[in-house]
């Protein structure tokens, strides 16, 4: 039997990192490195048959597991679209593992 050469299928990547939804939050990084985004979908509107997000909360967080849930969070914000969210996501995660954060 041949075996398959395809490549290890690493799931959903954006900008180099990878995204993973758990119902209505969807964490962007890894918890490998310092710093991981979680976002919040906290409201949505149905445009057709799609559930659109209109309100997300983003939390830049350490991954430390020592840490309160609360004393991990470095920044947070709200935007009015998923597009937004995840644009200010990608700089605040790069930035922070790029050692540029406090």
């Not at 962007?28 to 799609?50: N, R, S």
């Amino acid at each position: 039997m041949a075996e398959s050469k395809a490549p290890k299928k690493e799931g959903l990547m954006y900008k180099g990192h990878p995204l993973r939804r758990v119902d209505n939050l969807i964490y962007y990084g890894t918890m490998a490195e310092k710093y991981i985004i979680m976002m919040q979908i906290l409201d949505t509107k149905k445009e057709q048959d799609l559930d659109l997000a209109t309100k997300v909360s983003i939390q830049l967080q350490l991954t430390d597991p020592d840490l309160k849930s609360r004393d991990r969070v470095v920044k947070k914000s709200e935007k009015d679209s998923l597009y937004a969210a995840m644009d200010i996501a990608a700089i605040w995660l790069d930035r922070a593992l790029a050692g540029k954060e406090k």
